[in-house]
């Protein structure tokens, strides 16, 4: 399944496409493509996650899409030197499917 979400600040665009029991990628406007670990997918909700590491620095982006309201939450977490994750950006998105 595909879904064009905008964000509700800027207005700008994302291509998510869920791969069932498999993997979510997320286009940019920019054409960059992120794979995305799925932890989480029902009738309801698609939910995954995929990790960006640079010396003792991860950064966690999460996303999850409600199904049935077509909403989106992309979130980045911070964990330096294996610590908590701690969240330190919320992007929301309005999503309409289209396929």
Known sequence: ???ECTNAQDNTKH???WFKNYKIVNTLNSGSTFDY????ENVSIIEGYFDMKKEKITKRF????DLKTLNMRDD???????RKFKLVDRK??????IN
């Open 1 to 3: 399944m595909e879904f």
């Open 15 to 17: 291509t998510i496409t």
């Open 37 to 40: 670990i799925i932890t989480e």
């Open 62 to 65: 999460r996303l999850k899409l």
């Open 76 to 82: 980045m977490l911070i964990s330096k030197g294996n």
């Open 92 to 97: 929301l998105f309005s999503c309409i499917s």
